[in-house]
């Protein structure tokens, strides 16, 4: 079992930046494959940034040049550094863990993003 919090979300004016953080408790975080997601109302939930227990990358294409995802094992912590923000990056994110063998997934209760122009 695992637990997840995000912070860092917030309003900021199109053109600006955030990080939002996720904190994880309740197990060996280092394990896990984290993600950012986002959705809006209405939408469905999708991927922005995935990182593996080994390091591994990938970004939706909408975010790719603006977003870094990175972790901290040691803090049991993932991060997401936005920049660059535009209208349509306004959302709730949320992070989520996945266990090895994918069986596994869990979701934090998700930050509110919202950019402004």
């Known amino acids: 079992q695992v637990q997840l919090v995000e912070s860092g979300g917030g309003l900021v004016q199109a053109g600006g930046s955030l990080r939002l953080s996720c904190v994880a408790s309740?197990?060996?975080?280092?394990?896990?494959?984290m993600g950012w997601y986002r959705q809006a109302p209405g939408k469905q939930r999708e991927l922005v940034a995935h990182i593996s227990s080994g390091g591994s990358i990938r970004y939706a294409d909408s975010v790719k040049g603006r977003f870094t995802i990175s972790r901290d094992n040691a803090k049991n912590t993932v991060y997401l550094q936005m920049s660059s923000l535009k209208l349509e990056d306004t959302n709730v994110y949320y992070c989520?863990?996945?266990?090895?063998?994918?069986?596994?997934?869990?979701w934090g209760q998700g930050t509110q993003v919202t950019v402004s122009s």
């Open positions: 989520n863990a996945v266990r090895p063998g994918g069986l596994y997934s869990y």
């Open positions: 309740g197990s060996i975080f280092s394990i896990y494959s």
